[in-house]
T-cell receptor
């Protein structure tokens, strides 16, 4: 079974530029998550999708971050414009169903460096 | 709201020695508890989880954890570590009966196994 795929693996941009990350969850998984992991901290949930609907985006900085999952499968997370403090690893995860305690399976992450 | 505390940012240990990684949590509701491992440049992988029932949970790679409700702890143990166990370990909780599957992570403990 293929795992969660993410691309790119690494990205370096200048502040105020825009960037987009892509995630393809495990086949059949209805729930998709985006986490932000800043160096030295644990991952923090940015947004959770159930199929193509948003379940929780309470910690997404909506003035600069956006995410979509148009067909209920893959998803894109965008940052525009980027700030220095956005430097982090962005992890995508998926689970079969929405409710706890279903196991979340994580992708390898995208490491973003904002200069 | 829930929070997770991992007091030890780094735990050095010699190969074949036992190890305990500490995790304490705070929550006003019942929680599910998880331990994830993150190898360098990889995503998070589930080690084990406590949902209900027996307070001693066994996971992959010889790890086990014990849920202690009175002390609000979920410490991770392994009787004999290997060099390959060197990684970052994250404790996480999610709310029982919650509407989402949101994981709240601790800041992580780096297990450094020395020969």
């Amino acid at each position: 079974e293929a795992g969660v795929a993410q691309s790119p693996r690494y990205k370096i941009i200048e502040k105020r530029q825009s960037v987009a990350f892509w995630c393809n969850p495990i086949s059949g998984h209805a729930t998709l998550y985006w986490y932000q992991q800043i160096l030295g901290q644990g991952p923090k949930l940015l947004i959770q999708f159930q199929n193509n609907g948003v379940v929780d985006d309470s910690q997404l900085p909506k003035d600069r971050f956006s995410a979509e999952r148009l067909k209920g499968v893959d998803s894109t997370l965008k940052i525009q414009p980027a700030k220095l403090e956005d430097s982090a690893v962005y992890l995508c995860a998926s689970s079969l169903v929405q409710g706890p305690p279903d196991t979340q399976y994580f992708g390898p992450g995208t490491r973003l460096t904002v200069l | 709201a829930q929070s997770v505390t991992q007091l030890d940012s780094q735990v050095p240990v010699f190969e074949e020695a036992p190890v305990e990684l500490r995790c304490n949590y705070s929550s006003s509701v019942s929680v599910y508890l998880f331990w994830y491992v993150q190898y360098p440049n990889q995503g998070l992988q589930l080690l084990l989880k406590y949902l209900s029932g027996s307070t001693l949970v066994k996971g992959i790679n010889g790890f086990e954890a014990e849920f202690n409700k009175s002390q609000t702890s979920f410490h991770l143990r392994k009787p004999s570590v290997h060099i390959s166990d060197t990684a970052e370990y994250f404790c996480a909780v999610s709310a029982y009966g919650g509407a989402t599957n949101k994981l709240i992570f601790g800041t992580g403990t780096l297990l450094a196994v020395q020969p």
